[in-house]
């Protein structure tokens, strides 16, 4: 029996390196924005076609080194704010952390709303000089209660040894101004537009607006990874669709610090509303029953939680690459393998229906 390597490369495949970036970054398409016309430009010749077919692309080259530097600055800034609680509750967020976090955090979901961990994790919403973390975490020689009656350290799963951090901004665009004009820029909105085939508007500010993430592998981290899931299941009731998420990449992404999983081709099956789901929420009556593009069921159910999917890929991403995904795509996040790392960026829904449709809804159906 012969080594792997010298197995037949399959058709249109060729063996050795110089074929390797091809292969690893499909999807990958570069845009010179200092060109008169740069969406005409011939590099980008195949996205549209690539997004219909796969539900997703990278466009690489849209901002410069300085502009990123930026975006990550204001990011990291109003990262702080919410942790010392300097910012406002709403800017502070519960809603996508690990149910299992805030359980072990002993912080009160349904007492705390949206905004109620911004506040150094106190679910009594009080300012705290203390700077203690929206992530259950206490700055280094802090002490280590959290809130009343709640401790964490050995039993509790959190860990006292590391530097604070919260792992979630919302509504970062009014923060940081670099994050809203990476949100609303004008090529990205003419691309959207092209992609989704007519006016197209963003999550509103008062609902989600833009989104800040800091996924971290430790105990003490209330987000580190997410199961299969599509965006279109966490609002089935709305008629905002279609739908495309943006990802601005501030971190590159790899196995160490965890990256993107995605079927391709996934955003045309008819995906049922998320009925079943490991977390035992509720759909509601008025949901549709399934979305996407075509009535063409899934060849299997999607997962409940982390399993490979037949046909499924790993994304990667270099630091100021901007994911476009339709929001009928089935994707998740793989956990980072590496303690000390992170794995941030940012980002926002964009829909192309009706906006009157667009309300709060939220169906937490993926596993954490
Ligand atoms: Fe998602």
């Known amino acids: 029996m012969g080594s792997p390597t010298s197995l037949p490369a399959p058709a249109g495949v060729t063996r050795g390196a110089?074929?390797?970036?091809?292969?690893?970054?499909?999807?990958?398409?570069?845009?010179?924005?200092?060109?008169?016309?740069?969406?005409?430009?011939?590099?980008?010749?195949?996205?549209?076609?690539?997004y219909h077919r796969h539900g997703f692309v990278v466009l690489r080259g849209l901002h410069s080194a300085e502009f990123l530097d930026r975006v990550e600055r204001e990011c990291v800034a109003a990262q702080q704010a919410v942790l010392a609680g300097t910012v406002p509750e709403r800017y502070g967020s519960t809603q996508y952390l690990d149910a299992r976090y805030l359980d072990r955090a002993g912080l009160d979901r349904a007492g705390l709303g949206r905004g109620g961990l911004g506040r150094a994790g106190r679910p009594d919403g009080a300012?705290?000089?203390?700077?203690?973390?929206?992530?259950?975490?206490?700055?280094?020689?802090a002490d280590v209660e959290i809130g009343a009656g709640h401790e964490i350290g050995a039993g509790h799963g959190i860990e006292a040894d590391v530097e604070a951090y919260v792992n979630y901004v919302e509504h970062v665009e009014e923060l940081a101004p670099a994050v809203r004009a990476?949100?609303?820029?004008?090529l990205m909105v003419a691309?959207?537009?092209?992609?989704l085939g007519g006016d197209?508007?963003?999550?509103?500010?008062?609902?989600?607006?833009?989104?800040?993430?800091?996924?971290?592998?430790?105990?003490?981290?209330?987000?580190?990874?997410?199961?299969?899931?599509s965006d279109w299941q966490a609002m089935p009731s709305l008629d905002v669709w279609p739908g495309c998420a943006f990802t601005l990449h501030i971190d590159a992404t790899s196995p160490a610090n965890g990256f993107l999983r995605v079927v391709p081709g996934s955003h045309r099956w008819a995906t049922p509303a998320p009925y079943r789901n490991i977390n035992n929420v509720a759909v509601p009556a008025?949901?549709?029953?399934?979305?996407?593009?075509?009535?063409?069921?899934?060849p299997d159910e999607m997962p409940l939680g982390f399993e490979k999917i037949p046909g499924e890929i790993a994304v990667y991403a270099e630091r100021g690459d901007l994911l476009l995904h339709d929001a009928y795509l089935w994707h998740s996040a793989a956990?980072?393998?590496?303690?000390?790392?992170?794995?941030?960026?940012?980002?926002?829904?964009?829909?192309?229906?009706d906006r009157g449709s667009y309300r709060d809804q939220f169906i937490k159906n993926a596993a954490r």
């Open 127 to 141: 300012a705290d000089p203390s700077g203690r973390a929206s992530n259950g975490t206490a700055p280094a020689g």
């Open 191 to 195: 691309l959207l537009r092209r992609l």
């Open 182 to 186: 990476t949100a609303t820029h004008p």
């Open 286 to 298: 008025d949901a549709r029953p399934s979305g996407g593009y075509t009535d063409v069921e899934p």
């Open 18 to 50: 110089p074929s390797l970036p091809a292969v690893a970054e499909v999807g990958v398409f570069v845009v010179d924005p200092t060109e008169p016309d740069p969406l005409a430009a011939p590099a980008l010749a195949g996205l549209g076609d690539f």
């Open 335 to 353: 956990r980072a393998t590496e303690n000390a790392t992170t794995r941030r960026h940012v980002r926002a829904g964009y829909y192309s229906g």
């Open 200 to 229: 197209v508007w963003m999550s509103p500010s008062e609902n989600d607006g833009v989104v800040y993430q800091d996924a971290r592998p430790g105990r003490e981290s209330g987000y580190s990874r997410i199961g299969w899931h």
